[in-house]
T-cell receptor, first 112, second 116 residues
Framework: QKEVEQNSGPLSVPEGAIASLNCTYS??????FFWYRQYSGKSPELIMS????GDKEDGRFTAQLNKASQYVSLLIRDSQPSDSATYLC????????????FGPGTRLSVLP | DGGITQSPKYLFRKEGQNVTLSCEQN?????MYWYRQDPGQGLRLIYY???????QKGDIAEGYSVSREKKESFPLTVTSAQKNPTAFYLC???????????????FGQGTRLTVV
């Protein structure tokens, strides 16, 4: 069973703080890793993708990947109330780019 | 504008009735997917299709059926065999070709189905 696990929420941080979201996956052949943000009642939107070990930064977001530990994380710096949403970790398992597995999501609340 | 269009946004089904959810994409993506999301839960895969006229069951296919007669379209039918269909249904698509592992899934706006 291929699984993606995320830290259970809800996670609450004060405005301006760093929010840290974690994800582990069970399948070592996983190729690509994604973070989606989902506002309540809306569909998921892609905010970060990462394919190689190390860090990838995009504005206030940093994705970190450690394939040896089967771990991927998302850091949100200077958290804003508009960042309050559920964050879904997704893993693409194969070379065809079509076998996605999603984690259960972590709900983040940024308190003003 | 390129994207994925789901319709309707809201759908009400009577007990014992079949209903069909529409999903159309103009992104020229090969693969299309249907997910179900229950309140406070993650996404569960119902069906996916890599190419026209071919599709595979996901984790929760029972009570659902799909077709893929055109590359752009992947409708989902929720049959009367699905005993608890009330949920948020999401359609997605992605490029799916050998040698392109780093492709993301793009989602439609979703259809919220309620049994009345």
């Amino acid at each position: 069973q291929k699984e993606v696990e995320q830290n259970s929420g809800p996670l609450s941080v004060p405005e301006g703080a760093i929010a840290s979201l974690n994800c582990t996956y069970s399948d070592r052949v996983s190729q690509s890793f994604f973070w989606y943000r989902q506002y309540s009642g809306k569909s998921p939107e892609l905010i970060m993708s990462i394919y190689s070990n190390g860090d990838k930064e995009d504005g206030r977001f940093t994705a970190q990947l450690n394939k040896a530990s089967q771990y991927v994380s998302l850091l949100i710096r200077d958290s804003q109330p508009s960042d309050s949403a559920t964050y879904l970790c997704a893993v693409n398992l194969d070379n065809y780019g079509q076998n996605f597995v999603f984690g259960p999501g972590t709900r983040l609340s940024v308190l003003p | 504008d390129g994207g994925i269009t789901q319709s309707p946004k809201y759908l009400f089904r009577k007990e014992g009735q079949n209903v069909t959810l529409s999903c159309e994409q103009n992104l020229n993506h090969d693969a299309m997917y249907w997910y179900r999301q229950d309140p406070g839960q993650g996404l569960r895969l119902i069906y996916y299709s890599q190419i026209v006229n071919d599709f595979q069951k996901g984790d929760i296919a029972e009570g659902y059926s799909v077709s893929r007669e055109k590359k752009e379209s992947f409708p989902l039918t929720v049959t009367s065999a699905q005993k608890n269909p009330t949920a948020f249904y999401l359609c997605a698509s992605s490029i799916a070709r050998r040698g392109h592992p780093h492709t993301e899934a793009f989602f439609g706006q979703g259809t919220r189905l309620t049994v009345v």
